[in-house]
């Protein structure tokens, strides 16, 4: 398509630029090439085809930094229980019998849902290979990230590094990294072998619960039996040690982190991301963000599974977070949904922001107000989705 420009009532740039009358010129490539500031700057430089969006609020797509599509078709089947070891056994159980075809038309139900509530790019957690065949050939811009994890086992080792080092076939949307499932499941041996893997987002998860940090420490737990035994040294430490934290790193949960964790992480820019929905299904303590915030650590969002969350939507998530954290305003919330998740990703100023250079992947919301308020506090409603400049069509009947 020939280059275009777009205006709405409200322009949201990022979470510092907000524009009343402006407009975003996208060129045919999907991309954005030039910012609008207001309206004598649309009269002026305005570009191609002008398509005026009306009253809308014209944003960046959501950055969802974590969730596992694979699972969406367990909506409803698995429940919380009264300790986390016992959610990973019903999950298991309900996993069994699952064929390639049901993870697939699970990865679609959840791209779908996602799409309709907002969220343009997504950090998704492979460990059956169904988003990577769905996601090449989506119009969701992914990373996904290859979920492995061996309990000590060599000879599953083995067999997981050769599906890593596999040739893999990228789509125009899809970008790849690696997600070592967690420290109670991924051997030193493991983590040391995926540490030379280059550049690729890494993502782990870490301390969600009292069970693993009493792992970690080597106490008896829920824990015992379920998983290997207890190794020397921290999970950060041992990630350390194997060139984990070198690239771009998010850490999903964080629960329970030790008194200097939060500096150790900040030094190695490694992001947390957390699940407001999930977090409160499996009723867990109130998240201690303004810890991590003020420690100078990024904190970005994601949704989880449909196996431990009610919905795959960023706007409850975000609306959560500000409903929790009282003290986190409409840009620091904005910010936490966007570009936050955009560094976790490893996709700074490419996605999550409508800036020179960045991808064209933008919502159109029906709400009134001050944007960034009414985006962040509410459900606002999602009327159109551009990803690399072309319109998505919603459909009906699919929630997120």
Known sequence: MAARTYTARQLVVDAQQVHAGGGVVVNDAGEVVAVLEGPGALRRRAEGELVDLGEGVLAPGWVNAHVHLELTGLEGRVEAGEAFPDWIRALLRERTGLTDSDFEDAVRDGAKRLLVGGTTTVGDVDSTGAATRVLAQHQLRAVVLRE?????????????LAQINAPLVSGERLSFGISP???????????????????????????????????????SSAFDGLVMPSPQGTTLERLDRAGLLRRPVSLVHANYP??????????????????????????????????????GVDVALGTDSLAGNEALD????????????????????????TRAGARALGMEGRVGELC??????????????????ALTSGQPQVQRVWVAGGEISLGTGCTP
Request: hydrophobic residues 40%.
């Open 148 to 160: 492995v994890l061996d309990l000590g086992d060599a000879a599953r080792r083995e067999e997981l």
């Open 181 to 219: 499932h967690a420290g109670y499941t991924v051997s030193d041996e493991l983590l040391s072998a995926l540490g030379g893997g280059g550049e690729q987002p890494v993502q782990v998860h870490w301390n969600e619960t009292k069970e693993e940090a009493d792992w970690e420490r080597g106490l």
């Open 258 to 295: 030790g008194e200097v964790d939060a500096s150790f992480l900040r030094e190695r820019g490694v992001s947390i991301v957390h699940c407001p929905g999930a977090h409160a299904w499996f009723g867990r303590a109130p998240f201690d963000a303004s810890r991590w915030m003020t420690e």
């Open 314 to 337: 960023m706007r409850l998530e975000v609306a959560a977070f500000r409903e929790a954290h009282p003290g986190v305003g409409p840009e620091q919330a904005f910010e936490v949904a």
């Open 356 to 373: 020179v250079g960045a991808h064209a992947d933008m919502v159109l919301y029906d709400c009134e107000g001050p944007a960034l308020e």
